[in-house]
């Protein structure tokens, strides 16, 4: 059963930096597109960035274009979401996932880790 864990959450001044990372146990990520979603209080959960399984293809939220990077190292299991001028707005629980396709839709994602905070505040 694939589980994931998701670190690198904090609380970082606006126009900082932060890089979420995304490990997996219990099978390999190798065949798995992984996504990153957010859930900010009092607000639904949504898309932020996915990476397809060979990491050629990747997908951003338009919030977050230009300033959120998502990669992969599949020798460590690892998917990584490194996120450049924080804005306030930012703020929320980041949440990474697997699933068979890239996308921002929740329902393409089987399995999910448990987040880590993000604050952006001065």
């Known amino acids: 059963q694939l589980q994931l864990v998701e670190s690198g959450g904090g609380l970082v001044q606006p126009g900082g930096s932060l890089r979420l990372s995304c490990a997996a146990s219990?099978?390999?990520?190798?065949?798995?597109?992984i996504g990153w979603f957010r859930q900010a209080p009092g607000k639904e959960r949504e898309g932020v960035s996915c990476?397809?399984?060979?990491?050629?293809?990747?997908n951003y939220a338009d919030s977050v274009k230009g300033r959120f990077t998502i990669s992969r190292n599949n020798a460590k299991n690892t998917v990584y979401l490194q996120m450049n001028s924080l804005k306030p707005e930012d703020t929320a629980v980041y949440y990474c996932a697997a699933g068979l396709d890239c996308g921002l839709g929740l329902s393409e994602y089987d399995y999910w880790g448990q987040g880590t905070q993000v604050t952006v505040s001065s």
């Open positions: 219990g099978s390999t990520l190798d065949y798995y597109a």
């Open positions: 990476i397809s399984s060979s990491g050629g293809s990747t």
